[in-house]
């Protein structure tokens, strides 16, 4: 759905789900409210959200029991614990559920160097000190915030995104800390290769 020349509409995107999960048994649907890339007026940020949605809305009895449904905040300096309760209560709407089975910070809110987007991979330190990654929330008020959302039934799990070692084991500490649930998942920018 995004503003890509070749983008799928939604009618094709909807026609990809229908074949993925209701023929061939694919149940992980990982998506982001960033999505899509690259965006435009005529399909903005959180139009992919939405696009599943609407699928899901076709049949939810039948749709949404079937598929792992992941979502992620937009990162940085986004995350907060306002925005991590209201970015995801816009998600749920978007995409037309009562609950997202994981929930991960895209992209964490402290530097961490990125190989997928032609950063290095050699850790900078003096890039911690940038403006853009000050005031960044604590981990203990994310872990809180994530804790917050599973008591409520809007979420079941949460971890990161283009994260690393020491931002999951961090996350680890700071939720034994403050009583919530350990993330469950990582989608690391690493790889053994």
Known sequence: GSADFNAPDETTCHEFLDYAVLERGVNLIDTAEQYPIPSDRAR??????????????????????????????????????????????????????????????????????????????????????????????????IAEAMGKMIREGKLRGWGSCNDNAYGLTAMCYAARSVGAPEPCAMQGDYSII
């Open 44 to 141: 903005p940020e959180g139009r992919t959200e939405q696009i599943i949605g609407n699928w899901i809305a076709k049949d939810p009895s039948r749709r949404r029991e079937k598929v792992v449904l992941a979502t992620k905040i937009t990162g940085g300096a986004n995350v907060n614990r306002r925005n991590i309760v209201k970015d995801l209560e816009g998600s749920l709407l978007r995409m037309k559920t009562d609950y997202v089975d994981v929930y991960t910070l895209h992209w964490p809110a402290r530097y961490t160097p990125q190989s997928n987007w032609g950063q290095s991979l050699q850790y900078h330190g003096d890039t911690e000190r940038a403006p853009y990654y000050r005031n960044a929330a604590s981990f203990e008020e």
